[in-house]
């Protein structure tokens, strides 16, 4: 193997930025996997001569367009969406749809990005992309999220189908949003297709959607735990987030064994040292799912917690920690920290939560870290799921899903361990997972040719 790749990631880094100014989370989800996979790459001049690298990082195409539509109060109002429809070698293009006023074309292309390979992870056919608006449905009547959605469809709906593009949910984009997208693609196309995921049981959805990520991130940190000859029942874990990825972390989590301490959200954390057990999370759930409340509440509701203003909660001594919220949500004092507390695993829910220099401070501890393309991999698997499920009008059981959910975690996980494995260390899920998901789509586009 290439002994000094810096060299080469350098150039390679200052070509990108220059190609693409401005885009910092597109950078770094560049820089992470060109880190780990470079030296590899070198070695295989298949993949050097035919720039799969470079092919790889410019996206397919980018589709800006202008989204109006009319607030209660009769005001017509204009954001900007996008879709980002970045590699299509495998299978076609499939990503979530975000809407929240911090989505830039710098935040899809890297959530795109990631996308490639978390979908070329799980095996199945599905290409890299993702879409969204800068638009915030928080405060926004049913209506007024109707109007948005049907205006958003009317442009995106041209650009997608079930063999094209198949979009799904994301931040701000939930089962409300998913059915007004749909209703609308369904009115432009006059058919009953896949074209989206995350719908509603009863219109073409899947059993285990709505828990998949969360599950999958759980069944990822035991198989990584196995490793070690370890398990979860009776490890103490810490949460940032308190969505849906959280919220079904924490399920699973105390299903298998373990005591949850935290649950997070924009405005700070809630840590109970008892542990938030089933009937405290199914109170969670009502407060974020129905009451739209803030976490504190959970405080104010169980006197065994208390309520961190402002803060995240890796501070707080724990086994396994799960980073559930956003983008940059784990530094790398945060990990610094969670490291001298003793953390065992690490596992990423969220997106690229863990900056650049705190992977590489778990890395070099010899912290079991589980990057978010492998760990997260399983809400797009499900979805995966789902659209085989809408192409044979057939619904598989809850228990069948799980299974072939569970399947798919613990194949991934094999596939880490197969590129990531180091002699006398912990496997490096970051180089296995990147590997692994780079050489499916790179053998791909060799085999169709310059495109």
Known sequence: MTAEPTADIERFMQRLKERNPHEPEFHQAVQELSETIMGWYLDHDRYVNARILERLTEPDRIITFRVCWEDDSGEVRINRGWRVQFNGAIGPYKGGLRFHPTVTQSVLKFLGFEQIFKNALTGLPMGGGKGGANFDPKGKSDREVMRFCQSFMTELGRHIGENTDVPAGDIGVGAREIGYL??????????????????????????????????????????????????????????????????YCAEKLIELGSKVLTLSDSGGFVHDPDGIDLEKLEWVKALKNERRGRISAYAEQYPSATYHAGQRPWGVTCDLAFPCATQNELDGDDAKTLIDNGVLAVAEGANMPTTFAGVQAFVDAGVLFGPAKAVNAGGVATSGLEQAQNAMRIRWTREEVDARLLSIMQDIHAKCVSFGAERGRPTNYVKGANIAGFQRVAEAMLAQGIS
Do not use: C, H, P
């Open 182 to 247: 749909f209703g609308q693609y369904r009115r432009l196309s006059n058919a009953w297709t896949g074209a989206m995921t995350g719908k509603a049981f009863e219109y073409g959805g899947s059993l285990i959607r709505t828990e998949a990520t969360g599950y999958g991130t759980v069944y990822f940190t035991r198989e990584m735990l196995a490793t070690q000859g370890d398990g979860l029942d009776g490890k103490t874990a810490v949460i940032s987030g308190s969505g849906n990825v959280a919220q």
